[in-house]
């Protein structure tokens, strides 16, 4: 499966984005999808996860109440909207796509399980 990100930008804080991640070459089908973020000088780190098929959500607690994870699976589609936004959300979004699992709550904001990569879309934040 290819993902490409796309809806990233500069905001002031306060701000709204929604961040899409197009999935191609084959459905998503009991995937493992997540959103991660990285700053410059930080480790990559998952902020937002959706199993496809158990139709769950997962959040970095930094982002609850501020940040939602969808999906369209008839599009193909993950989005991830993004309210109230702060500095500290600035960096490069990817969003990743795992094999096939029966469920990845315990696992869903680790890069090291994630098979497929987009390119990122930068998001940047300011007061």
């Known amino acids: 499966v290819r993902l490409a990100e796309s809806g990233g930008g500069s905001v002031q804080a306060g701000g709204s984005l929604r961040l899409t991640c197009a999935a191609s070459?084959?459905?998503?089908?009991?995937?493992?999808i997540s959103w991660f973020r990285q700053a410059p000088g930080t480790q990559r780190e998952g902020v937002a996860g959706t199993h496809i098929g158990l139709d769950n959500t997962a959040y970095h607690d930094s982002v609850k109440g501020r940040f939602t994870i969808s999906r369209d699976i008839d599009e193909n589609v993950i989005y991830l909207q993004m309210n109230d936004l702060k500095p500290g959300d600035s960096g490069m979004y990817y969003c990743?796509?795992?094999?096939?699992?029966?469920?990845?709550?315990?696992?869903?904001?680790?890069?090291?399980?994630?098979?497929?990569w987009g390119r990122g879309t930068q998001v940047t934040v300011s007061w």
């Open positions: 990743a796509a795992s094999g096939p699992v029966s469920s990845c709550y315990s696992w869903w904001r680790h890069s090291k399980y994630f098979d497929h």
């Open positions: 070459g084959s459905a998503l089908d009991g995937n493992c």
